[in-house]
């Protein structure tokens, strides 16, 4: 019997398929900006999570993993990095703009929080990381370009996305434009293998890249 598609091996990088694997695709960026995603252990092997993408895109990032018993999180301090900015929209966050970069000191790692939004509010405020780092948010009107999940608030961005517009603004268009396009094979890669869009339906080259 034909194995369902939901079914197959995936890899264990991008957790695709392995023949819709986009590892080879990934951008590779090295850039000033260093990016670290913790990411609740719940969500770790979701196909959906985009989190992980960091790991393929950025060679300058790390993905930690919180939740596991007896595995704290723990980063190294890197004196190279002289100001750190959680990505969290919450009570007092600043927002990213040019401005606000102007009078912070470069280069900046960039910390976010993958989870839920109670997850990620636990991580901002709890984690030796994030704790004592300053926290900005996306400026206003910023939507999401692609949607995995159904019914979503088109004004809520998936980690990699978020990630995708800080560091426009933080490195600048063109980093932008190179992740946009890795993500948006990801992203049509993941709707086709949940069903939502048929084989005949995706932009050309989304299949065979």
């Known amino acids: 019997m034909r194995q369902k598609l939901n079914?197959?091996?995936r890899c264990p990088d991008c957790r695709m398929h392995l023949e819709l694997c986009v590892c080879h695709l990934s951008p590779r960026l090295?850039?000033?900006t260093r990016v670290e995603v913790v990411i609740h252990y719940a969500d770790i092997r979701k196909m959906s999570n985009s989190?992980?993408?960091v790991a393929l895109a950025l060679p300058n990032s790390a993905v930690h993993i919180r939740g596991l018993k007896d595995k704290p999180v723990e980063a190294a301090t890197d004196k190279e990095y002289r100001t750190d900015l959680a990505l969290f929209p919450g009570h007092g966050s600043v927002e990213l703009n040019d401005k606000f970069l102007s009078e912070i000191t470069r280069?900046?790692?960039?910390?976010?929080?993958?989870?839920?939004?109670n997850q990620a509010s636990s991580?901002?405020?709890?984690?030796p990381l994030m704790k004592n780092a300053v926290k900005v948010h996306l400026p206003a009107g910023i939507q999401a370009k692609y949607r995995i999940r159904a019914q979503e608030d088109p004004f809520k961005l998936c980690t990699f996305e978020a990630i995708i517009r800080a560091l426009g603004v933080i490195e600048g268009s063109r980093a932008e434009e190179k992740l946009?396009?890795?993500?948006?094979?990801?992203?049509?890669?993941s709707l086709y293998i949940k069903g939502r869009i048929a084989k005949a339906?995706?932009?050309r080259g989304m299949l065979t890249a």
Do not use: N, T
């Open 7 to 9: 079914q197959r091996l």
């Open 51 to 53: 989190g992980r993408l």
């Open 201 to 203: 339906d995706m932009p």
């Open 107 to 117: 280069p900046v790692r960039l910390l976010i929080p993958d989870g839920s939004w």
């Open 30 to 32: 090295d850039l000033q």
């Open 180 to 189: 946009d396009a890795f993500f948006r094979v990801w992203i049509y890669r």
């Open 123 to 127: 991580m901002v405020k709890r984690e």
